[in-house]
Antibody
């Protein structure tokens, strides 16, 4: 059974940092492209970042570029999101999501999602 | 602001057919995928590509596309289909992913 379990969320002050983790199981993690998607309270979904299966290709949403860093450790079946210079508008539930393999690079069909971890940025 | 536009809310009578639409220029180049999200739960992929359903998704869910508009159709809506529905695709530049603002479906 495919499982994605996020952790690392919590309350942080504006300007602070946080590192999210996503533990994957039930599939060959190193073969799949992964993403982070967030959802502010009562709002819609917002894509945050993508990383290829090897980690060699990375994309970010403009709203987090220069502040967030996505990475992965295929030996540990884990995905990470380092978040720096946090702002109030970064407050959201953060989901890790697996991309369904496709013939083209950077697939955007997300077939499995974790349950999310809440990040609250407030003083 | 989102590059994919969805109606904020749609309603359907139990057992009837409803179409939820998603508009955006990027849909001329990329298929949309559709996600169902119930309160307090993670999104679930219901349609992807031209018209593909993941395993476990009922066949009353179908997708279509024409020009800059993608549609999710639920034929014979059930009470359990009441949820928020989101579309997504690549953005026009191809270097990021965009989601629509979501449609709240109410089954009457």
């Amino acid at each position: 059974e495919v499982q994605l379990v996020e952790s690392g969320g919590g309350l942080v002050q504006p300007g602070g940092s946080l590192r999210l983790s996503c533990a994957a199981s039930g599939f060959t993690f190193s073969s799949y492209e992964m993403n982070w998607v967030r959802q502010a309270p009562g709002k819609g979904l917002e894509w945050v970042s993508y990383i290829s299966s090897s980690g060699s290709t990375i994309y970010y949403a403009d709203s987090v570029k220069g502040r967030f860093t996505i990475s992965r450790d295929n030996a540990k079946n884990s995905l990470y999101l380092q978040m720096n210079s946090l702002r109030a508008e970064d407050t959201a539930v953060y989901y890790c999501a697996r991309a369904l393999p496709a013939a083209h690079p950077f697939p955007y069909y997300f077939d499995y999602w974790g349950q999310g971890t809440l990040v609250t940025v407030s003083s | 602001s989102s590059e994919l536009t969805q109606d904020p809310a749609v309603s359907v009578a139990l057992g009837q057919t409803v179409r939820i639409t998603c508009q955006g220029d990027s849909l001329r180049s990329y298929y949309a995928s559709w996600y169902q999200q119930k309160p307090g739960q993670a999104p679930v992929l219901v349609i992807y590509g031209k018209n593909n359903r993941p395993s476990g998704i009922p066949d009353r869910f179908s997708g279509s596309s024409s020009g800059n508009t993608a549609s999710l159709t639920i034929t014979g809506a059930q009470a359990e289909d009441e949820a928020d529905y989101y579309c997504n695709s690549r953005d026009s530049s191809g270097n990021s992913v965009v989601f629509g603002g979501g449609t709240k479906l109410t089954v009457l």
